[in-house]
C-alpha cells in the first residue's frame, strides 16, 4: 500500500512561472520529508528537506510546505526555468531517517 | 559525484538465471540501499544494509537477496531472475546521522 502519493503523474508549466507539485502522505509517524529530481538515465538528487518540526522551508527558487494536519506537502518553483524540467519525487520518513518511502513521481515540463 | 558507482550499468539476462547487481561506495557511509523504480509505482525498497553484515528487508523484497561483507559493498541477487523484475535498480548511500540519500546512476535490468 502506497504510503506517499503523487496523484499528478505530469505537469506542464510555462517558462517564468510557478510550478506547483503536490505530495500525500498516510503514515502520521512520518516526520521528516524529502524532495528529489530525477533526470532520465541518472540517479535522483537532493533537492530540499522538511522537518516536521517546521511548515516552510526555502532555498533559492524551491520552496516546500508542510501542513500536518492534512498530510500534504507541496513543492513550489519560482520562477520555472525550462532546466526544471525533470522529475520529482517526495519521500517520507518516520523517526530515525534511515528509511525513506517515495512517491510514484511528477513529471515536470517547463515550456520556454 | 558523492562517491558511489553501480555496475554493470545495463544488463539483459534471461528467465531462471541468477543475476548480481554491484553497488560500490568510497565514502564510508554506514547505511546502503537498494530501490527499484517502475512506472507507477515510483522508488521502491527492495533491502537495505546498516552494516557490514547486517542487513532488513524492504517494501518489495521477495526473489531478492542482499550481502554486504564490507563497507563500501552492497550486492544485490536476484536468484532465478523473472520478468516482472525488468526494472531499473538503484543503489543509495547515507551516512550515520544524515538526512537523505545520495543514489548511483542505477542499472537497467531487462529479464528476457
Not at chain 1, 516546500?64 to 520529482?88: C, E, M, R
Request: hydrophobic letters at 30%; charged letters at 20%.
Amino acid at each position: 500500500d502506497q504510503q506517499v502519493k503523487q496523484n499528478s503523474p505530469s505537469l506542464s508549466v510555462q517558462e517564468g512561472r510557478i510550478s506547483i507539485l503536490n505530495c500525500d502522505y498516510t503514515n502520521s509517524m512520518f516526520d521528516y520529508f524529502l524532495w528529489y529530481k530525477k533526470y532520465p538515465a541518472e540517479g535522483p538528487t537532493f533537492l530540499i528537506s522538511i522537518s516536521s518540526i517546521k511548515d516552510k522551508n526555502e532555498d533559492g527558487r524551491f520552496t516546500v510546505f508542510l501542513n500536518k494536519s492534512a498530510k500534504h506537502l507541496s513543492l513550489h518553483i519560482v520562477p520555472s526555468q525550462p532546466g526544471d524540467s525533470a522529475v520529482y519525487f517526495c519521500a517520507a520518513s518516520a523517526n530515525t531517517g534511515n528509511q525513506f518511502y517515495f512517491g510514484t513521481g511528477t513529471s515536470l515540463t517547463v515550456i520556454p | 559525484d558523492a562517491g558511489i558507482t553501480q555496475s554493470p550499468r545495463h544488463k539483459v539476462t534471461e528467465t531462471g538465471t541468477p543475476v548480481t547487481l554491484r553497488c560500490h561506495q568510497t565514502e564510508n557511509h554506514r547505511y546502503m540501499y537498494w530501490y527499484r523504480q517502475d512506472p507507477g509505482h515510483g522508488l521502491r525498497l527492495i533491502h537495505y544494509s546498516y552494516g557490514v553484515k547486517d542487513t532488513d528487508k524492504g517494501e518489495v523484497s521477495d526473489g531478492y537477496s542482499v550481502s554486504r561483507s564490507k563497507t563500501e559493498d552492497f550486492l544485490l541477487t536476484l536468484e532465478s531472475a523473472t520478468s516482472s523484475q525488468t526494472s531499473v535498480y538503484f543503489c543509495a548511500i547515507k551516512a550515520q546521522g544524515a538526512y537523505g540519500y545520495t543514489f548511483g546512476s542505477g542499472t537497467r535490468l531487462t529479464v528476457v
